[in-house]
């Protein structure tokens, strides 16, 4: 299918690019105006509202399990890991699902070392526990190291999307950004913690619906999962145990596991955002019932979205988007495959 001139010297027409159909728009703008809409909700009409510290950034310690695990799960299964992993999967092979262990590794640590420390402490961020620890100067500086990062992180984060979203309407990734970026701080200054985490466990539940039954349709056009793993292992893409040390190769089992607990660790363990969320909840047994939900849920996406990269590779590795003109990025294959599996 790349486009090579026919054998009768006439060029091939040019395959046909997928848009969002008017039914696409309404789904999405209606995803952003219920995001809007709770957080709307939560600062001028519910019950509680948003006037002291306590109920903005803890919901006064009255959340439950399942809606702060799935906020937590949301929080740390970004664009990137909708779309960048698929796309890796296509291109290097699945080695990356040994994040699966670095996901149950995590778990524990946050279960039995993270969380009764902040819960007993109930400081609303890990900086609080620094300070206290060591000093204020120590405090400040691991802050403004946070701060730094959230600077460098939260563009890539963004910009994932974005990417996505301009490959399935042809819309510029610079009017989408302050789009995605405006509702985002809307419903979070307004609505606070609660806000927070009833949108991302609408977001979520709305990702996994969307991922079971692309998985779903991708696995019936290719006949079935025994097929799927046929045509990535006769592709070269089923790497399982790369034990290879070396430091410098993209990805093997050493690097995978080891770097994402050390990486994971810290990102899932310590940072702002999963601490506060912990200490919504008003007791610790509670808490780690969410952290387990939690970590489960954390590795099912991961490994679904491994599989998914299967799926494009058992779908195109006879003619790839990217390299036929179609998909601009890797980054886009997956929005695309989307539109094309399951339009």
Not at 291 to 311: M, R, T
Request: proline fraction near 4%; glycine fraction near 8%.
């Amino acid at each position: 299918m790349h486009n090579a001139p026919a054998d009768d010297g006439v060029v091939p027409e040019e395959p046909q690019r997928l848009l969002f159909t008017v039914a696409d728009y309404v789904i999405f703008f209606a995803m952003l105006g219920l995001s809007a809409m709770i957080g709307v909700y939560y600062g001028f009409f519910a019950k509680r509202k948003q006037n002291n510290t306590a109920e903005y950034l803890l919901g006064s310690k009255q959340m439950k399990v399942f809606p702060v695990a799935m906020s937590m799960t949301a929080t740390h299964i970004s664009a990137i890991t909708m779309l960048g992993v698929p796309a890796e999967m296509y291109k290097y092979g699945i080695q990356y699902w040994a994040c699966s262990i670095s996901g149950l590794v995590v778990t524990i640590f946050m279960v039995y070392v993270f969380l009764p420390v902040f819960h007993e402490l109930q400081a609303v961020s890990c900086y609080g526990y620094i300070e206290q620890r060591f000093d204020k100067r120590t405090r400040t500086l691991a802050s403004g190291l946070f701060m730094f990062y959230c600077l460098l992180n939260t563009p890539v984060i963004i910009y994932a999307p974005a990417i996505a979203f301009s490959q399935v309407t042809g819309i510029n990734v610079h009017i989408i950004t302050p789009m995605i970026c405006g509702i985002c701080i809307f419903y979070t200054t307004f609505g606070g913690i609660r806000a927070v985490i009833w949108t991302d466990t609408l977001q979520f539940g709305c990702m996994i619906c969307a991922l079971i039954v692309v998985m779903t349709l991708g696995t019936l056009q290719l006949g079935g999962v025994v097929n799927v793993f046929q045509l990535a292992e006769a592709g070269g893409r089923l790497i399982w145990f790369n034990m290879d040390p070396d430091p410098y190769l993209r990805t093997s089992f050493w690097l995978v596991s080891v770097g994402l607990t050390s990486m994971w660790i810290s990102n899932i363990g310590s940072t702002p955002e999963c601490v506060q969320r912990f200490l919504t909840i008003p007791d610790l047994p509670s808490a780690k019932k969410a952290v387990w939900i939690f970590g489960v849920g954390h590795i099912l996406v991961k490994l679904f979205s491994v599989y998914n990269g299967l799926l494009i590779f058992g779908k195109y590795h006879g003619c790839d988007p990217v390299h036929d003109g179609i998909v601009q990025k890797y980054d886009q294959i997956f929005a695309y495959y989307v539109l094309d599996v399951a339009r």
